[in-house]
């Protein structure tokens, strides 16, 4: 199989997984949807699980790389947390609450969940130590701000903030955007 088909075979299997999920989906749903062989899948991966740990490792890092390219230019700290939480927000809006579901009910895909969050809390930690640093933001410790981000995240990526909140997950991304820029730019009570 050609680079070229390969890839576009791998996009067209990412966008029916983020669509529909992939729990209920066998092989033979999924070659008959994308109209290929069983062996042309098998060509990119050797099971459904591969299959599937393939696509949704694309899809995080395709989506990583996007959000990436939009905030590499922003160097103010609250222009980039609002730019970066935001874009991760709108990435996660291609993906259906079924594959969400699945997502974090299958372990190898979990496994990739986990790993994007843990790298998204990284990020928006260096970016509040550098508000604290430049004075964009109040005069926090960035390392709890930043572990209470991690704690939200951790909170979405597991679903507990979905299930009483009632949003989506791309909802849930610009919330917290929202909510980590009011709380670094206000004043400190009392």
Do not use: W
């Amino acid at each position: 199989m050609s680079d070229s088909r390969r890839e576009e075979l791998l996009l067209r299997l990412e966008n029916l997984i983020l669509a529909e999920g992939f729990a209920r989906l066998t092989v033979d749903d999924l070659a008959s949807r994308l109209q290929c062989s069983k062996s042309t899948l098998y060509a990119i991966a050797a099971s459904k699980e591969q299959l599937v740990v393939v696509a949704m490792r694309h899809f995080f890092r395709e989506a990583t790389a996007r959000v990436a390219e939009k905030v590499a230019s922003i160097t103010d700290p609250p222009q980039r947390i609002a730019a970066y939480l935001s874009g991760l927000g709108e990435e996660l809006r291609h993906m259906s609450p079924e594959c969400y579901a699945d997502m974090v009910s299958a372990e190898a895909t979990a496994e990739i969940y986990a790993k994007h969050s843990l790298a998204t809390a990284h990020r928006v930690r260096e970016s509040i130590q550098d508000g604290v640093a430049s004075g964009a933001f109040r005069a926090v410790n960035a390392d709890f701000a930043g572990g209470a981000v991690s704690l939200l995240i951790d909170g979405i990526q597991h679903g507990e903030l979905l299930d009483r909140t009632g949003l989506s997950t791309a909802d849930a991304y610009t919330e917290l955007a929202a909510f980590v820029l009011s709380a670094l730019t206000n004043r400190s009570p009392g």
